[in-house]
């Protein structure tokens, strides 16, 4: 998981079930249909996948969920608030230095949220590719199950020339790997395990071949064994990828997730158009969608006349969290309007300044997160009247969408946004 607002990042990094909720208006979710004509299911053959343990969903406003981390201690309000998200992923290196490896730091905080939110789904941080310290697990990791160069055997290839990547096609590293997820899925408090860097699984150069079967195999054994009730979901969706068994968008990567997150998908028009459509089809086919937003100066309302960048003026440790919210909710407009093309049932949105919540870390830290607090995603949604809708007499990335209570218009290019709110919003 990537993030260009944090220094370690990775590869490529309710309620009570009431009709209300979205386990009631989606057949395509509880049922193992038939999916003849899907991109996942080229074959035609059943959905395997049960969606009825699914984070509860509603049409009443954004739905949301928060990726995390503090190698200390949390805060009981810093709890409190990554408890109001429907979906908490706890990132690699939480609760480190308070309890000494990543699988307990995750295993104190889980119990600490659940005791404030029990319906929210906490998933363990697990990468598909690179060997991350302070895992417990790492005690029995055998370098012999590291990624070597093929043309120097000798060398090994590693992340920013510091975690070894690994080799899925050594089958006892393949037995620890999975074992590692299922040993934290004995927790009653882990709901499931976020699997990060699949896009770095197909064969790269040096590699030798038959890499990304052997992740492939390797993830389907998990799925296989995953106990009953317990989620998948991993960074998958990519709108650049075209992988020979991935497939366009790496959309047959959820043939064994329940969903994926999505990072990096804003950098052009085209780009955007393509992940909206990955993410469009991904939740046809009833898959949870995690968007990943983050601010951008262009985007801010009024119009952003600092002389510094964003980085700059919120690395200032002057700074309380109170302005650090109220200035990142200025550009909160753009990515919201591009969400709400999209959302369908278990689409969820983060929108977040860094995922390090230690507020002793100046430089990356101190991480806006807590999506309660902005008011935009509180709005009014009511359900969608239908899909997106092209505007073509506006401009080419003109597009529309409406919903009982909220009309969204955005031009992704020039970046212009209308929210108009309807009568009985």
């Not at 009511?382 to 409406?402: H, I, M, N, Q, T």
């Amino acid at each position: 998981m990537t993030n260009n607002q944090d220094d370690d990042s990775t590869t490529d990094h309710e309620d009570d079930g009431n009709d209300e909720h979205c386990h009631d208006d989606q057949s395509t979710n509880n049922s193992k249909n038939n999916n003849k004509n899907s991109p996942t299911y080229q074959s035609g053959k059943f959905d395997p996948l049960d969606k009825s343990h699914y984070p509860n969903w509603n049409w009443d406003h954004v739905h949301s969920y928060v990726a995390i981390r503090r190698a200390s201690a949390y805060s009981q309000q810093q709890i409190e608030q990554i408890a109001h998200h429907d979906v908490v992923m706890l990132e690699k290196s939480n609760g480190t230095s308070a309890y000494g490896s990543v699988e307990e730091g995750t295993r104190q905080a889980a119990a600490r949220i659940k005791a404030v939110n029990p319906s929210v789904k906490i998933l363990f941080y697990l990468n598909s590719m690179v060997h991350y310290p302070r895992y417990e697990a790492n005690k029995s990791f055998q370098l012999d199950w590291a990624t070597r160069k093929r043309k120097n055997p000798d060398k090994y290839f590693k992340f920013m020339n510091r975690y070894y990547y690994y080799d899925h096609r050594n089958l006892d590293f393949r037995a620890w790997w999975i074992n590692r997820a299922l040993e934290m899925l004995d927790n009653e408090h882990i709901d499931g395990v976020f699997v990060d860097g699949i896009c770095a699984t197909p064969n790269r150069r040096g590699y030798g071949k038959g890499y990304e079967q052997a992740y492939i195999e390797t993830a389907t054994e998990l799925r296989e064994r995953l106990p009953p009730g317990k989620l998948l979901i991993g960074n998958a969706l990519k709108n650049g990828a075209n992988n020979p068994l991935g497939g366009i968008g790496n959309i047959q990567h959820l043939q064994y997730l329940d969903g994926s997150y999505l990072e990096r998908w804003y950098f052009t028009p085209k780009s955007i158009v393509k992940t909206m459509e990955l993410m469009r089809e991904a939740l046809k086919e009833g898959r949870i969608v995690m968007l990943k937003a983050v601010p951008d100066e262009r985007d801010a309302v009024p119009k952003w006349d600092e002389e510094t960048s964003l980085e700059e003026v919120m690395q200032s440790p002057d700074m309380t969290m109170d302005e650090r919210y109220a200035l990142v909710e200025r550009m909160i407009r753009y990515p919201l309007a591009i969400f709400l093309l999209i959302v369908e049932p278990h689409a969820y949105l983060s929108y977040c300044y860094g995922v390090n919540a230690d507020p002793k870390n100046t430089r990356n830290g101190r991480a806006v997160f807590d999506c309660e607090r902005f008011k935009e995603l509180k709005r009014k949604l009511g359900k969608a009247l239908g899909p997106y809708v092209k505007e073509d007499e506006d401009g080419e990335f003109v597009f529309s969408r409406e919903f009982e209570f909220l009309k969204v218009w955005v031009d992704i290019e020039s970046r212009e946004v209308r929210l108009e709110e309807k009568s009985g919003g």
